[in-house]
């Protein structure tokens, strides 16, 4: 259960980053909201379960149970949206550099010297 509940919190948070903060989406609205509804009841019956960004989750899913409020998203989820935005919508138009740049994004690259 717990493999479940860690898939739908980084579903919930890479779907709102999309939608929120990118104006874009991979999945129907009917989908988001069943993801945030199931997510809720999973938070709800294992308090104990020790999950990264799950302080994050809950907070959002409070009243309105949407990703609406999320106001920083944590690198790995930003990183995870950009992919999946870019394999299911923009592949076949450009390269990936050219969509981070699209929106305001670069790939970093290491210095070795």
Do not use: W
């Amino acid at each position: 259960m717990n493999s479940l509940l860690q898939q739908r919190l980084r579903q919930f948070l890479v779907h709102s980053y999309l939608y929120y903060k990118l104006d874009e989406s991979i999945i129907s609205d009917t989908e988001y909201d069943r993801i945030c509804m199931e997510l809720r009841e999973l938070l709800k019956k294992h308090p104990e379960a020790d999950l990264p960004f799950r302080k994050i989750a809950e907070k959002a899913l409070g009243d309105e149970a949407s990703g609406y409020s999320i106001r920083q998203y944590p690198p790995s989820i930003i990183s995870a949206s950009m992919h999946l935005l870019y394999q299911n919508n923009y592949r076949q138009q450009m390269s990936f550099t050219h969509f981070l740049e699209r929106f305001g994004a670069r790939v970093a690259t290491e210095s070795h010297g």
